[in-house]
């Protein structure tokens, strides 16, 4: 799959964002998709996933502000984010993983990466 994000960018604290990722339509529900951020000098980590059949899970810090869902019209994964924090800034993936089920924020898999699209919060 080629996955390409679109969004992000700079914001005050406490603002929203909306990032984009464009996936083939297949994937929507053949694939675990899942929302990765990297902020300096750390690893990534999983902050909003989405399964097959539409069950989400959320990274603790983000739950009740990030809002992650797949709009068929448009053949994208969406994550809209809200109250943002400084620690929100971050480089935001988003990530595909054939097979749609044991999908969560900690999956352990073999991902195909967006580009990524950064967020910045001060």
């Known amino acids: 799959v080629q996955l390409v994000e679109s969004g992000g960018g700079s914001v005050k604290v406490g603002g929203s964002l909306g990032l984009s990722c464009q996936v083939p339509?297949?994937?929507?529900?053949?694939?675990?998709l899942v929302w990765f951020r990297q902020r300096s000098g750390q690893e990534k980590e999983g902050v909003a996933a989405?399964?097959?059949?539409?069950?989400?899970t959320y990274e603790d810090s983000v739950r009740g502000r990030f809002r992650i869902w797949k709009n068929d019209a448009a053949n994208s994964l969406d994550l809209q984010t809200a109250n943002l924090r400084v620690d929100d800034t971050a480089t935001y993936y988003c990530?595909?993983?054939?097979?749609?089920?044991?999908?969560?924020?900690?999956?352990?898999?073999?991902?195909?990466w967006g580009q990524g699209t950064q967020v910045t919060v001060s």
């Open positions: 990530a595909a993983s054939p097979g749609p089920y044991d999908c969560t924020v900690d999956t352990v898999r073999d991902w195909t």
């Open positions: 339509g297949y994937a929507l529900t053949t694939h675990c």
């Open positions: 989405i399964d097959g059949g539409g069950t989400t």
